[in-house]
């Protein structure tokens, strides 16, 4: 079986809201536009709201198509 050498840390593919805005870099309020008007994908897990990276990568992606 293949192993993950130690010097590779896995890539989260949840981030927190904050985590969210630095990647785009933008502010939290931002953030919480794009979720609120649905621009942003998140996921709910347990009693947190997270932001999938796919959904960000999405989000950037639709930026580039001009529908956003």
Avoid: Q
Avoid at 14 to 24: D, K, R
């Amino acid at each position: 079986s293949a192993r993950r050498p130690r010097s590779m840390t896995p890539v989260p593919s949840l981030t927190v809201s904050e985590e969210a805005a630095e990647v785009l870099r933008v502010g939290r309020t931002v953030v919480y536009e794009l979720i609120r008007c649905g621009a942003l994908r998140t996921v709910k897990v347990g009693t947190r709201r997270l932001v999938p990276v796919e959904a960000v990568r999405e989000y950037v992606d639709s930026l580039s198509d001009g529908a956003a």
